[in-house]
């Protein structure tokens, strides 16, 4: 299994360079009475700046997790920073400068949703009240529910009510947005204004950590990746890091009589799980071979070479970088939608 | 982790943007006040309660000159002739049953109802500190215990007047004082019994703080209420009768009296004080260390 580490942190990531991490956790764990360990000796690092997907399936304890950082469950072991103070004793400090969305929206239902939001404000001490019906009105702007305002909450649909929630994170301007599963109840629509609202606020300056079971959905806004999966932090760090090293393929096309030869060919070069791959897309007189490059192996232009002095027939040549699903796929062993 | 080097004045301005303002506390009181009583199950509660008294009047009122007239428990005989008992007669009969049911339901609502809706974390989160939150909780569920027997004594007073007049009042020995002394009698009365009440709101905080389902809460304040009163009835258990919740809730009739014994109102009130010091601090012991995990 893979050891948790401590990321490379290239400068780019660090936004606001010499402040300390927005999120940072040591030996972080939660055993619940049941016995049962939820979260299991976390480091998480959260660099100033950053656009951190947290990523698990359902169950691997990402949102315990977030509870943790946000004061509401305590730790059984280790300890928690939030832009650089320590939670929960900072939690009256630090956490005006956090919005969050914890495992869904909640509001009273028989309210409207700017009485909502006018409760939420009224309940914090550090805001002015005399810009609240500002700040509510630009925050509805922001996730587009000006319209809906004064519709109660309990006839908003699920979409709605998800971005009610996102409105009264936004209710002020925030140094660290935490959103646990922002996308839920959203349709395709709904999903891409979060994913540009999550751009948006990076533009801004915030940190942002967002967490999903749903891979695709937040990947491409990501600058940096941490992988949960049943309670601990199998992998965390830049993003495009984690997609580099490992789980690079090279996948060749070629015709059906030399299947063998091309087999052979990659074999020789030291990429000994060459195989043909059969449910890959494409003719059927086009079959398609698979090899991973591990890290000592040639570079990919000296397998396209090698394979054409062996007289392979290449109909196409590619190296596929994995997906954040197929690492994780190949760190666990099983699918990323699998509740435990 | 790398020391930061924010510029001072930087720092200040952020801690100023951060810091928290003056009355900031009152503005969630006032905004918690509002949801409690604004809501609307609350309201219907309150509205029951109302129609007591205005119920209680019109019987005694239709039934006057019948031969069913002056039967009753005490206080109800005496409404006929001075509208003023409506309001004593009234929170006699509410006191047993009613008044403890609208006010567990209140005060069991109180945290579960906020952790059950989830709107729990997100004041967590705000942040409102878990003490003030409690402390904020606390004076909502009072102030609508407060509505509760203001609802029924305003209401019992108007009905009272409008169907029987207001006169000169009869006490229990006999003795007759002037209107305006008795208003302050009955005044006392309601005063009393709104203060009965507080050691059953702490009670019903405090289960408020233990659990996610509000109706769980809400049944545990009142069979607390009914289970202390039936102990009270049982002669066999009078070494504990007077710690119990319920036993002095009847005292309020020695407001009555000529000379009212102050030494019995005290004894009640310190049994409420010494409920609201137990529960209250049980409440904030739990809330103050408790997972939110809703």
């Excluded at chain 1, 780019?12 to 999120?23: K, L, T």
Aim: hydrophobic share 50%; net charge neutral.
């Amino acid at each position: 299994m893979t050891r948790t580490h401590e990321p490379p942190q290239p400068a780019a990531a660090e936004a606001v360079p010499g402040a300390p991490a927005a999120v940072a956790t040591r030996g972080l764990t939660k055993r619940f009475a049941t016995g049962q360990v939820a979260v299991d000796g976390l480091d998480l690092h959260v660099p100033r700046g950053a656009v951190f997907g947290f990523l698990g399936p359902n169950g691997s304890g990402k949102t315990t997790t977030i509870r943790m950082l946000l004061g509401l469950v305590r730790p059984t072991a280790g300890t928690v920073h939030l832009l650089g103070e320590p939670m929960p004793d900072a939690a009256a400090r630090v956490l005006p400068r956090v919005g969050a969305l914890v495992e869904g929206p909640a509001f009273h239902p028989y309210l409207s949703g700017r009485a909502n939001l006018g409760r939420v404000d009224a309940a914090d001490a550090t805001t002015d009240p005399r810009t609240r019906a500002r700040r509510v009105e630009e925050a509805l702007e922001r996730v587009g529910l000006r319209a809906a305002g004064d519709k109660r909450y309990r006839q908003y649909s699920l979409g709605m009510k998800q971005r009610l929630g996102l409105a009264a994170a936004l209710l002020r301007p925030r140094d660290l947005l935490v959103l646990d599963e922002p996308t839920n109840g959203l349709d395709p629509q709904g999903t891409r204004e979060v994913r540009h609202l999550v751009r948006e606020l990076a533009d801004g300056g915030a940190t942002v950590l967002v967490s999903s079971h749903l891979l695709a959905e937040i990947e491409q806004v990501c600058t940096h990746v941490g992988i949960m999966g049943r309670g601990r932090l199998l992998l965390q760090g830049p993003r495009a890091e984690l997609t580099a090293r490992r789980g690079v393929h090279a996948v060749v096309r070629t015709t059906p009589a030399h299947v063998e030869a091309g087999l052979a060919e990659l074999r020789r070069l030291g990429l000994p799980d060459a195989r043909a791959d059969a449910r890959a897309p494409g003719p059927a007189d086009e079959p398609t071979l698979v090899a991973g490059l591990p890290d000592d192996a040639p570079p990919p232009q000296e397998v396209a070479a090698a394979l054409v002095r062996a007289g392979v027939d290449l109909v196409a040549f590619d190296v596929r970088r994995p997906s954040l699903e197929e690492v994780f796929v190949e760190l666990t062993g099983e699918g990323f939608d699998v509740a435990r | 982790m790398s020391p930061a080097d924010v510029a001072a004045p930087a720092r200040a301005a952020e801690d100023a943007r951060y810091a928290p303002r003056r009355g900031a506390l009152g503005r969630l009181l006032r905004s918690e006040l509002r949801l409690v009583l604004g809501r609307r199950r609350n309201v219907v509660l309150l509205v029951g309660l109302a129609l007591v008294p205005v119920l209680l009047g019109l019987v005694l009122f239709l039934t006057r000159d019948t031969a069913l007239a002056g039967q009753g428990p005490p206080f109800v005989t005496s409404v006929t002739s001075n509208g003023l008992f409506l309001v004593v007669a009234s929170l006699f009969l509410c006191l047993p049953f009613l008044l403890p049911l609208t006010i567990g339901i209140a005060s069991g609502d109180a945290v579960a109802g906020e952790a059950a809706a989830g709107t729990l974390r997100y004041l967590l989160v705000v942040p409102v500190g878990r003490t003030r939150l409690l402390l904020v909780k606390a004076c909502a569920a009072l102030a609508f215990a407060a509505a509760a027997v203001l609802a029924i004594a305003v209401v019992g007073l108007v009905a009272g007047a409008v169907l029987f007049g207001l006169g000169d009042l009869t006490l229990l020995s006999g003795d007759t004082i002037p209107l305006s002394a008795g208003v302050l009698r009955v005044a006392g009365v309601v005063a009393y019994v709104g203060l009965s009440m507080t050691g059953l709101v702490a009670v019903g905080l405090f289960f408020s703080t233990l659990t996610e389902v509000p109706v769980g809460a809400m049944a545990a304040t009142v069979v607390v209420a009914v289970v202390s009163s039936v102990l009270g009835q049982l002669p066999q258990l009078e070494v504990i009768h007077p710690y119990l919740l319920t036993t002095h809730w009847f005292d309020f009739a020695e407001m009555l009296r000529i000379r009212p014994d102050g030494g019995v109102l005290a004894e009640g009130l310190a049994v409420q004080a010494a409920w609201v010091a137990v529960f209250g601090s049980l409440a904030w012991a739990r809330f103050t260390t408790a997972d939110v995990s809703s």
